[in-house]
């Protein structure tokens, strides 16, 4: 079944609707984030407050949901209260396909307004409805989805409840989250304390079989899948570690080894995998004191390396713990480490029960508790408070995760433009580029915007991130085809949606000074045999490097889409002449 309709919630008013889809935004959006761009920019008046009732929450699916290779995702799309910019962002589990198969003609679920008091969206057994929910109010995610035994449930944990900026939305009692940029403070800003959807997951359509079945072995064949398959995100910390890019003790030192929290760290703890029976498994589940997790990459790279922790126990205890709370982990990590730095707490780095500590005082934000106020608004807004600028790096007010970016110019050039802040989930050309000398400007600036292109496809698809590989020829044409769904040219899609979130950033008051990193990555790495060692982020390199970056996008000199460009991509051409300041956390 075609999907040509969204479910459209407000919580102000109580009410649940379907509504069509306009053909020509589905042709070209397609869904996910380039569709929840798209009514985020035609619905959101500038610098509206990120956790007030005008703000869109969109759960947002693809027109392949439920028929992809890999682990089905779905794209929590909205204003980030984190950075006051766009967010994206994805998780997987079974929340996704019991979505889909819940909704089965929608592309997603429109929420906005606020309800009175806590309040479920129930999807999948009938109408849609709006339930109460007060019985949930502060529990955790485990404890909310226990709730609902019959469905999988997306929902916020105490975090999302008090507003912390960085909140997650979680699904399948903690297992996966829609982590960076605060879904989750949105989504509790709005007294929405779950999405539980009932219905059973999709089949995949007779039109698509051979298809799924090709690109299933295919990407069990491929780098990415045997990639997955060893390790899960968990083998990044030992790829950042032993090619000298990988942050430690709050990004005071660089970290060499990883003996105790690295890949055979954590297969050695692990009791097994998720979904084992697939070709590629997912990740490893590692029991806690607190019951059961399944740690990723950025767990120990930020509650690791990062708290100066080298014990993989440690770590999966902070990330169960983060996990329960619904609390990003990266951004958690870095709050905890500038806490540290900047002398605000009694313990050092290396101290489980001291982070584990301010991580909860953070999460549940109590009255009177000034220092983990200021870090639930993120390390930007603390250090605005309280002092102590640049001991944690952010772009955008979002936190970087654990690729020192001076290990490759082009991963510079990708954390600075990306569109949501400090991600690097847009594009990573670090993984290719530290290891050779011979990339140039136009070698880096092909790779980071051909991947921001590309992702920004495969993110309106809503693929796994690690399946769409397999896609990555064709940005999943031949699939849109076999299934009668209408598309424009793809790298045109690409470059449209990348363009779109561009102008809504610029709307909210985001230009060329935006697009920096901060003056501590001009020092170079420490020396030594690793690939990345002794390199530096040359400030006058990386302008010319986003000069050349914005030309390739036909962008002007402060970064803002040209009218001209606008136009050649059939999109709206409003950009403002003055921009005002960007509505972040602490406005």
């Known amino acids: 079944m075609t999907r040509t309709r969204v479910l459209r919630v407000d919580l102000s008013a109580g009410t649940v609707a379907f509504e069509p889809i306009p053909a020509e935004w589905r042709r070209r959006y397609l869904g996910g984030k380039g569709l929840g761009a798209r009514y985020l920019y035609e619905e959101l008046s500038p610098g509206a407050d990120p956790r007030g009732p005008e703000n869109l929450l969109g759960f947002m699916l693809g027109p392949l949901s439920g028929a992809l290779p890999g682990e089905s995702r779905y794209a929590a799309v909205t204003k980030s209260p984190l950075t006051g910019a766009f967010l994206d962002s994805y998780s997987g589990g079974t929340f996704p396909d019991r979505l889909a198969g819940s909704l089965a003609d929608c592309l997603g679920v429109l929420v906005t307004g606020a309800a009175e008091e806590p309040t479920a969206l ?14 949930l109010a502060d529990a955790d995610t485990v404890a909310t989805a226990e709730a609902y035994p019959d469905a999988a449930v997306a929902c916020v944990g105490p ?23 605060g879904a989750g403070a949105v989504m509790g800003s709005k007294n929405l304390k779950a999405v539980v959807a009932r219905g059973d997951p999709p089949a995949v359509p007779d039109a698509l079989a051979d298809l799924h079945e090709e690109y299933e072995a295919a990407f069990a064949d491929d780098d990415a899948g045997r990639w997955q398959t060893a390790g899960e995100t968990l083998e990044s910390i030992d790829f950042a570690a032993e090619v000298g890019v990988l942050p430690a003790n709050g990004w005071r030192d660089t970290a060499a080894a990883v003996d105790g929290i690295g890949i055979e760290a954590a297969a050695e703890a692990a009791d097994g995998r998720e979904h084992p029976e697939d070709d590629v498994p997912g990740g490893f589940r590692v029991e806690t004191d607190d019951g059961e997790t399944v740690p990723r990459g950025a767990a120990p790279m930020t509650l690791g390396a990062g708290l100066g922790m080298d014990d993989f126990d440690a770590v999966a205890a902070l990330g169960e713990a983060c996990d329960r709370l619904g609390v990003d982990v990266i951004t958690a990590g870095n709050a905890v480490a500038w806490a540290v730095r900047a002398d605000e707490v009694e313990f050092d780095f290396g101290d489980e029960d001291g982070a584990r500590g301010l991580i909860e005082r953070i999460a549940r934000r ?35 995760p654990a690729y020192d970016p001076r290990g490759a110019l082009g991963m510079a050039l990708a954390y600075a433009t990306s569109d949501r802040g400090g991600c690097h989930r847009r594009a990573r050309p670090i993984e290719e580029e530290v290891f050779r000398e011979d990339w140039d400007t136009a070698r880096r600036v092909a790779a980071v915007v051909g991947a921001q292109n590309a992702r920004a496809v495969l993110w309106s698809l809503v693929v796994d991130d690690f399946a769409g590989e397999t896609l990555w020829g064709d940005l999943g044409a031949e699939w849109l085809d076999a299934l009668g769904v209408a598309h424009d040219d793809l790298a045109r899609t690409g470059e449209r949606i990348w363009t779109l979130v561009r102008l809504f950033n610029a709307r909210e008051g985001f230009d060329r000074a935006d697009d920096e990193l901060p003056p501590r990555f001009a020092d170079p790495l420490p020396e030594g045999d690793a690939p990345a060692a002794g390199r530096a982020v040359d400030p006058a390199a990386f302008a010319r490097l986003l000069d050349a970056y914005y030309a390739a996008r036909e ?18 051409t409003d950009v403002l002449d003055g921009h005002p300041e960007p509505s972040r956390a602490d406005d």
């Open 366 to 400: 109590a009255d009177g508790d000034a220092l983990a106020d200021a870090l639930a608004e993120g390390v930007d807004a603390a250090a605005e408070r309280r002092g102590g600028d640049d001991l944690v790096p952010t772009v955008k007010s979002m936190e970087l």
């Open 122 to 135: 129930v999807v999948g057994d009938g109408d849609p409805r709006l339930e109460p929910a007060g019985d």
């Open 555 to 572: 962008w002007d000199d402060d970064g803002l889409p040209t009218p001209e460009r606008c136009r050649s991509l059939d999109l709206p």
């Open 159 to 181: 975090a999302g409840e008090s507003g912390v900026a960085y909140a997650t939305i979680a699904s399948d009692a903690g297992d996966h989250h829609a982590g960076r940029g």
